[in-house]
């Protein structure tokens, strides 16, 4: 079996300081094989630059994904050509800037590889190819390498999030989505063996609006003018999902959500 673990979006520093204080104890009861975040929103909740990428990786994930956040930090558009374990979604046609999937061998366990997908809905959000073709595609192309492959579907439909995951059973691993921070109680196996969760929640200030401050959020709400939203800092939480899957034809055996207090 793999071990994996899969956390939510990461808001600011509240969200790395979480991380760094819950992922060691996490790692030695569960023994992690792979570790993957989705950090688009781990620079003061916008964004991602190389330092806090380098400070992330150092807490000991092995992946990071992304969403349409991404670009929000100029100076990420370098670290995105350099580091292949830093995603952004495969989908978006941005040609040669930055990856869209990489295979992984397993730092403990040589030859045995994981593939990562990192995919955007189109539904609600900016431009992007179609999530459905170009997940095919990529399964198809990375399923020569693993049979473990592990898509994370930064979208905000729900629909969209579990029509992809219907349409790739069996082929993949696990569906992730991400994007709304609001985790889910759906977490299941579908019926050819690809876990799923249609949102894993997010690594943030719990008594938030999706990690940001409440009074700013609901301000813009009653009437309509910009805000400048802040990070919430009080009362972090974990959200994220371990998951064990067959090495051997990559079908996933279980999957738990986690919510943890930070």
């Known amino acids: 079996m793999i071990k994996l673990l899969f956390i939510g979006d990461l808001i600011g520093r509240p969200g790395r300081r979480a991380v760094a204080a819950l992922l060691p104890g996490l790692r030695r009861e569960h023994e992690f094989d792979l570790v993957i975040a989705n950090a688009e929103n781990a620079a003061g909740g916008f964004g991602l630059t190389s330092k806090i990428a380098d400070e992330l990786f150092s807490l000991g994930i092995d992946v990071l994904t992304s969403g349409n956040h991404i670009w929000d930090q100029k100076e990420i558009e370098p670290y995105l050509r350099q580091n292949n374990r830093l995603l952004r979604p495969a989908n978006y046609p941005v040609g040669d800037l930055g990856r869209g999937s990489v295979v992984v061998e397993l730092d403990h366990r040589p030859g045995i ?21 170009a997940g095919r595609d ?51 196996i579908l019926p050819r063996g690809t876990a799923y ?47 064990e899957i067959d090495e051997k034809n990559g079908r996933a055996r279980s999957i738990q959500r986690l919510q943890i207090p930070a």
């Open 197 to 243: 969760i249609t949102d894993v929640g997010m690594v943030g200030g719990r008594n938030s609006v999706i990690g940001m401050k409440a009074d700013r959020v609901v301000e813009k709400f009653l009437n309509g003018k910009p805000q400048r939203y802040e990070v919430e800092k009080s009362e972090p939480w974990l959200g994220a999902v371990i998951v």
């Open 138 to 188: 990529l399964v198809a192309r990375l399923s020569a390498e693993t049979p473990v492959l592990v898509i994370d579907f930064h979208a905000e439909a729900t629909s969209e999030k579990n029509a992809l995951a219907t349409y790739l059973d069996g082929q993949i691993s696990l569906l992730v989505g991400t994007h709304t921070h609001v985790q889910t109680a759906d977490e299941r």
């Open 113 to 133: 590889r994981v593939g990562v997908v990192n995919l955007a809905g189109r539904a609600f959000l900016g431009p992007a190819d179609c999530p459905f073709r």
